[in-house]
């Protein structure tokens, strides 16, 4: 029998027979691992535990623990669920039925109506299923078979998955489970027994491939775990993001609002909304001028020849609005910045003692997005997008790097997220550049990572097909992960535009091209900031972030000078003027989570003085006012 070399990840190489399989293997290790093993990674690629392994390979055995072993978990689960509805509606048809970044959810058609109270049957059915501990079983087909199959089954939604597959694709997985048999190309866990805990959450209309024109379908998303326990941590967790849901709290706080009848995924803000907003762009712009950044605004709109130039028209169009008419030619809104920030470059000759220029733009962009995928403020059709361009040579490509990194850590820490993972993401199969530029671009990213001190994740074929990139993902309070800024090389545009700069040789040059976004779009930030927060902002960034409550209207004209005093200050205050109980007063501005309020009455007005009542933390004792001044200009200086 041949011998074959199996690398692990501590840097171990074990020694097998040719064709074990990562299940074997694991075995090997401990029996723990193996209980909890789920799928593996085998040269970088997941794959199920059973697959017989041939050659000498880098191998790492994924738990639930993993990213990736969460993945197989939860579309696994999916698989189950339409297992349930299949038994309990035999003449379901299913589309597709991803693993999400928390959970999963499957689309599928059935002619009735599912209701809260049918998901806890469809629930009770998948436990049923998952104490069968049935195999997941791949079998390979044929396309021509595969048709075969889902025309018998008079399957719409499969047959048009398996005829939009590339002609060259000849060979088609299916995996089968019991007597559920569903198209995928996997991977997934060893057997349905694994799955000892699952919650569906809720039933919603959907469209077949989130297009509205398309067939109607119900979308059910549910969440499972290996252990009870994970549940209902999770549950606890989801509870506690509901109450944070931007979109509740926008509406509580009246931040902002969406105006379906004028358009979707439109931003109207309010004006405390617009004064958050405010108070984000404004540091962003103080801390992009002080971090050696120059400040630019291009045009919302294009000439098409502009697009086309960019390849945004070839790769991008159905994310793009149509075009509209100007003196005869076409003119498109625009969906990036970077053809403007370029042609700013090209207007005049560049040498390399221009070198670099880092250029950053707020600039509103429009994209369409599908009606089924707007979200608030999270995803949205209309966003002014937090971005910057920097122009370098080779040479200068490392130390930038460093440069956005250091920037990147200092906005986030001063936003109040402290908890940031990096991913290294390399070149995918299809790609523009040399591999040689490729690999120095990417050895830059690294290194750059290395001497910040930065722990970091491969995302091997993860870069866009026009360069590596690194991508920051952010924890919030509810360590939910959020995938915020990327610096991105750009080995496409340059060459498209012949962008170049006369070296120290005299000779032309191309430049680099880093496109970086630290916040992403100011409209998902500030929904992200929102519910990091719970809508009670630290006093530097509330919209109010002081109210003066008078205990009755008797004690107006004193509120106002203290209101005047505050305001003088430069800070952002309300006086509460109504004619209401101040229990009720006290009661409605801490709903409203202001940081302070400031009460006053006879004992107040005769001392000078202010009772300030804290959020959350309730009454702090009186302070006069010029005391409260300095040490709200403490918090507010300080970013607290």
């Keep these: 029998m041949d011998i074959i070399k199996i690398t692990l990840p501590d840097g171990t190489v074990k020694e097998f027979d040719k064709g074990v399989t990562s299940y074997q293997i694991a075995e090997s290790i401990s029996g723990g691992l193996a209980r909890n093993a789920l799928v593996a990674k085998v040269d970088g690629v997941v794959t199920d535990l059973n697959v017989p392994i041939n050659k000498d390979v880098d191998l790492q055995i994924l738990t639930f623990d993993s990213p990736d072993g969460k993945h197989a978990y939860w579309h696994s689960s999916s698989h189950v669920m339409a297992h349930a509805i299949k038994e309990l509606y035999p003449e379901a048809q299913f589309g597709v039925g991803p693993a999400i970044d928390n959970g999963f959810y499957y689309d599928f058609e059935i002619d009735k109506k599912l209701t809260e109270e049918d998901l806890e049957v469809i629930e009770k059915k998948m436990m049923e299923i998952a104490k069968r501990n049935e195999t997941f079983e791949r079998e390979e087909i044929s396309k021509d078979k595969a048709i075969s199959i889902y025309q018998e089954r008079d399957d719409f939604y499969k047959l048009e998955i398996i005829s939009d597959l590339d002609e060259e694709e000849e060979v088609i997985s299916i995996y089968k489970e019991g007597e559920f048999t569903d198209l995928c190309t996997g991977p997934h866990i060893p057997s349905t027994g694994i799955i000892k805990a699952v919650k569906l959450l809720s039933v919603s209309g959907s469209y077949w491939r989130g297009d509205e024109h398309n067939r109607s379908m119900q979308?059910?998303?549910?969440?499972?775990?290996?252990?009870?326990?994970?549940?209902?941590?999770?549950?606890?967790?989801?509870?506690?993001?509901?109450?944070?849901?931007?979109?509740?709290?926008?509406?509580?706080?009246?931040?902002?609002?969406?105006?379906?009848?004028?358009?979707?995924?439109?931003?109207?803000?309010?004006?405390?909304?617009?004064?958050?907003?405010?108070?984000?762009?404004?540091?962003?712009?103080?801390?992009?001028?002080?971090?050696?950044?120059?400040?630019?605004?291009?045009?919302?709109?294009?000439?098409?020849?502009?697009?086309?130039?960019?390849?945004?028209?070839?790769?991008?169009?159905?994310?793009?609005?149509?075009?509209?008419?100007?003196?005869?030619?076409?003119?498109?809104?625009?969906?990036?910045?970077?053809?403007?920030?370029?042609?700013?470059?090209?207007?005049?000759?560049?040498?390399?003692?221009?070198?670099?220029?880092?250029?950053?733009?707020?600039?509103?962009?429009?994209?369409?997005?599908?009606?089924?995928?707007?979200?608030?403020?999270?995803?949205?059709?209309?966003?002014?997008?937090?971005?910057?361009?920097?122009?370098?040579?080779?040479?200068?490509?490392?130390?930038?790097?460093?440069?956005?990194?250091?920037?990147?850590?200092?906005?986030?820490?001063?936003?109040?997220?402290?908890?940031?993972?990096?991913?290294?993401?390399?070149?995918?199969?299809?790609?523009?550049?040399?591999?040689?530029?490729?690999?120095?671009?990417?050895?830059?990213?690294?290194?750059?990572?290395?001497?910040?001190?930065?722990?970091?994740?491969?995302?091997?074929?993860?870069?866009?097909?026009?360069?590596?990139?690194?991508?920051?993902?952010?924890?919030?309070?509810?360590?939910?992960?959020?995938?915020?800024?990327?610096?991105?090389?750009?080995?496409?545009?340059?060459?498209?535009?012949?962008?170049?700069?006369?070296?120290?040789?005299?000779?032309?040059?191309?430049?680099?091209?880093?496109?970086?976004?630290?916040?992403?779009?100011?409209?998902?930030?500030?929904?992200?900031?929102?519910?990091?927060?719970?809508?009670?902002?630290?006093?530097?960034?509330?919209?109010?972030?002081?109210?003066?409550?008078?205990?009755?209207?008797?004690?107006?004209?004193?509120?106002?000078?203290?209101?005047?005093?505050?305001?003088?200050?430069?800070?952002?205050?309300?006086?509460?003027?109504?004619?209401?109980k101040i229990g009720y007063k006290i009661r409605d501005w801490e709903t409203n989570k202001v940081p302070f309020m400031l009460i006053v009455g006879e004992k107040e007005e005769s001392a000078g003085t202010v009772s300030v009542r804290q959020h959350k933390v309730g009454d702090t004792g009186a302070k006069m006012v010029d005391e409260f001044i300095s040490e709200l200009r403490e918090l507010v200086d300080s970013k607290k």
């Excluded at 609002?257 to 958050?276: C, M």
């Excluded at 409209?523 to 009670?536: D, K, P, S, T």
């Design 219 to 580: 979308r059910i998303y549910g969440v499972s775990f290996p252990k009870k326990k994970m549940l209902d941590e999770y549950l606890y967790l989801l509870e506690e993001a509901k109450k944070r849901d931007h979109r509740k709290l926008g509406k509580q706080l009246d931040l902002f609002s969406i105006q379906e009848e004028a358009g979707p995924g439109l931003i109207y803000w309010h004006p405390k909304g617009a004064r958050l907003r405010h108070e984000v762009e404004t540091f962003w712009r103080e801390a992009h001028l002080t971090n050696g950044y120059d400040l630019v605004y291009s045009p919302h709109v294009g000439k098409s020849w502009l697009w086309e130039k960019s390849g945004h028209l070839h790769n991008y169009k159905e994310n793009m609005y149509s075009s509209m008419k100007v003196d005869d030619q076409d003119y498109y809104v625009k969906p990036m910045n970077c053809p403007f920030h370029i042609m700013m470059y090209k207007n005049g000759l560049r040498s390399y003692r221009d070198l670099p220029l880092r250029w950053a733009e707020l600039g509103t962009v429009y994209r369409y997005e599908k009606s089924g995928v707007l979200h608030g403020l999270l995803r949205v059709r209309g966003f002014t997008q937090d971005d910057a361009h920097i122009f370098c040579a080779e040479e200068q490509m490392e130390s930038e790097i460093i440069e956005v990194l250091r920037f990147s850590l200092y906005m986030w820490k001063s936003f109040g997220f402290d908890q940031l993972k990096f991913y290294v993401a390399t070149r995918p199969e299809k790609a523009v550049g040399s591999q040689d530029l490729w690999d120095r671009a990417t050895d830059s990213l690294k290194e750059a990572l290395v001497k910040e001190g930065l722990e970091y994740e491969m995302d091997e074929g993860g870069g866009a097909f026009y360069g590596p990139k690194i991508d920051i993902k952010i924890k919030d309070a509810l360590n939910r992960e959020w995938q915020m800024s990327t610096i991105q090389f750009d080995f496409n545009l340059p060459e498209r535009f012949d962008m170049t700069y006369i070296g120290e040789d005299g000779k032309e040059h191309r430049p680099f091209m880093v496109h970086r976004a630290l916040l992403g779009s100011i409209e998902r930030f500030i929904g992200v900031l929102i519910e990091h927060h719970g809508g009670a902002f630290p006093a530097w960034l509330a919209p109010v972030q002081a109210a003066v409550v008078p205990v009755s209207q008797n004690y107006f004209e004193y509120a106002e000078k203290v209101k005047a005093q505050l305001e003088k200050a430069g800070f952002r205050v309300e006086l509460d003027r109504r004619n209401e």
